[in-house]
């Protein structure tokens, strides 16, 4: 079936073929590739927010809580400006309000928090345990479902570090009576420096992951798709005006002399006006162009000489007609005959003549 094709269609079929294939195979491999990237970067942007949030739970911890500490000892009234946590979420909702974060969730999921919203869940305190069974481990992300959405993580172990947090959340004698007073004493103290306590965790809807990932591909394959088909476009505009066409004539030709004798009038046509400009050509196309030009004119040479020839056979063959007939009528038994009465009427006269 193929066979019967032209050579462009043929070209562009199969150039067609190979680009689908390609796209196929590097679609998928770029895919991949980009979901990755997106899950990287993503995840790379949550560990930055998280070290930012730890940044500011330690200056309101350095820098604020000093200065409010005697009003957090004596005033019942509980002050939230004095809690580095407070502080931290209240620069990440400030955060939020930027179009770029304002799908990032952030938790500290904690194991026994002081405030109950906080306590870690069931896929958390998974995450907590794997980061306190694996000391090295620096951060941890991937996808989990939650009320009916697809949501991308990115995970850091939490430990206190710094023994100044410790006087609010180790024994409760040594806690604000404030802080008291609004979460009670019954969670969210007993925590020991340096131990894994919790996980900061950031949460973001898995189709943002996908959204930028998916960006990416459109244009990846858009521009492959353009240079792909510019590229056949190309091809097929080169073989058409750089071997299809120059080939015409000399298929036209081969078809003329296989067929039927060339005149002199074809014969220059094709030398001249058709073959011309192809064998002007430096390329081997211009090189078979030549031949043909050269064949053209010794296939008409030889037709005229062969044509001279069946003349001169011509001649030859009337007069050796003509003598053997005069040979027959020679040799027939009539002509011997009368060639016979005709000695005898000689002799006779000759014979007369004498007497
Ligand atoms: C003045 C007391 C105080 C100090 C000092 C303090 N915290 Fe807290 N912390 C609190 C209170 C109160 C909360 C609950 C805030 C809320 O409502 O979410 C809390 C919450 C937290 C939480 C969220 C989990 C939970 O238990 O609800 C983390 C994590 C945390 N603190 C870490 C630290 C770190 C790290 C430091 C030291 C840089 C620190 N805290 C210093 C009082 C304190």
């Not at 958390?124 to 009916?148: C, H, K, W």
């Not at 080939?247 to 014969?267: F, G, H, R, W, Y």
């Not at 220059?268 to 192809?278: T, V």
């Amino acid at each position: 079936m193929l066979g019967n094709l032209k050579l462009a269609t043929k070209f562009t079929l199969f150039l067609g073929l190979v680009f689908i294939i390609a796209i196929l195979i590097s679609g998928f491999a770029l895919s991949k590739a980009l979901e990755q990237k997106a899950k990287d970067e993503i995840s790379y942007r949550g560990q930055i927010l998280i070290q930012m949030i730890n940044s500011v739970r330690n200056y309101t911890d350095v820098r604020v809580a000093p200065l409010l500490e005697s009003d957090l000892k004596t005033d019942n009234h509980f002050i939230p400006e004095a809690i580095p946590t407070f502080a931290a979420r209240q620069v990440f909702e400030n955060l939020r309000q930027n179009k770029e974060y304002i799908n990032f969730f952030y938790k500290d999921a904690t194991l026994n928090p002081t405030n109950l919203a906080d306590k870690a869940d069931d896929f958390e305190t998974d995450v907590i345990e794997s980061f306190q069974n694996q000391p090295d481990l620096s951060s941890l992300s991937g996808f989990r479902t939650m009320f009916g959405e697809q949501l991308f993580y990115s995970a850091k172990p939490f430990s206190i570090t710094n023994s100044s947090c410790l006087q609010c959340h180790s024994d409760p004698a040594r806690a604000p009576k404030s802080q008291l007073a609004t979460y009670g004493r019954d969670h969210g103290y007993g925590w020991k420096l340096n131990e894994i306590l919790g996980t900061q965790i950031i949460y973001i809807p898995a189709s943002q992951v996908y959204a930028s990932a998916h960006q990416a591909f459109s244009l990846f394959i858009g521009i492959f798709i353009a240079v792909f088909t510019l590229v056949i476009l190309l091809i097929n505009y080169l073989l058409k005006w750089n071997v299809i066409q120059p080939i015409k004539p000399m298929a036209q030709l081969a078809q003329k002399l296989s067929t039927d004798t060339i005149n002199s009038v074809e014969a220059e046509e094709f030398e001249r006006k058709s073959l011309g400009a192809i064998a002007k050509r430096t390329d081997e196309l211009g090189q078979l162009g030549r031949v043909f030009q050269r064949m053209v004119r010794e296939v008409y040479a030889r037709e005229q000489r062969l044509k001279q020839q069946v003349q001169a056979l011509r001649i030859e063959i009337d007069q050796a007609k003509k003598a053997r007939q005069v040979e027959e009528i020679a040799d027939s038994e009539y002509f011997q005959k009368l060639r016979q009465n005709a000695q005898e009427l000689r002799n006779k006269w000759s014979d007369e003549s004498k007497n």
